[in-house]
Every structure is written in C-alpha cells, then in structure tokens.
C-alpha cells in the first residue's frame, strides 16, 4: 500500500513539474509555472518587432519565435542563428529592445 502511495505522489509531482501546451490554430501555448508563452511561427510576428530585432542582430536568420505575457507587458524572443552562434533577441511589444544574447556552439 505505501508502495502505491509513494508511486501516486510521484506521478502528480511529476504531471505539474512539466509545462502543460494546447494548440489554438497555428499557435501553441505552453504553460508553465513560471511563465505563460505562445510559440509562433516567424511569420506571426509583427513587421516592427522584426524590424527592431533585424536592427539588433543584423544577417542573423530567424527562425522561431515566442511570445510571453509578463505581468504589465508582452515579451516576443526572437531566436535564430548566425553561423555557429545561436541569437536570442527580447523585444517589448512596443518595439523597446530589452536584450540580445548570444551563444557559440563552438565551444561545446
């Protein structure tokens, strides 16, 4: 019976570490317990956020895009790569850039 118990406690534990997702059309929206994000297609983008994360990281090829609801904005990350450098650009829903990160796979 504790046996049961335990494997119980563990399988709900495990159900609620994990982000929870359901599709709405093209988009998929992830929950987790830290963050609520839509993956969009770069194509779902708004033309101005693409525009001030072209400007940020110029010849860098985006290719995936999440939108986040943070608690007095919207946050797109833009990510795409440049050669071995993977890109991400953080960009508010008003066009501010917030941040530009990038990472050599090199040196893995």
């Known amino acids: 019976m504790k046996k049961i118990i335990v494997l119980a406690a563990l399988m709900l534990l ?20 830290s963050d609520e994000f839509t993956v ?11 525009a001030v994360a072209g400007n940020a990281a110029p ?15 919207v946050e797109y990350r833009l990510t795409g790569r ?8 953080h960009v508010r829903e008003d066009g501010k850039l917030l941040r530009v990160e990038s990472d050599n796979q090199a040196d893995r």
């Open 40 to 50: 969009l297609a770069i194509g779902q983008v708004p033309s101005d956020i693409m």
């Open 59 to 73: 010849d860098v090829y985006f290719t995936q895009a999440q939108r986040y609801l943070r608690s007095d904005f």
């Open 14 to 33: 495990a159900t609620s570490a994990f982000p929870q997702s359901e599709t709405k059309g093209s988009a998929t929206i992830v929950r987790s317990t």
């Open 82 to 89: 440049l050669f071995r450098e993977e890109w991400q650009v």
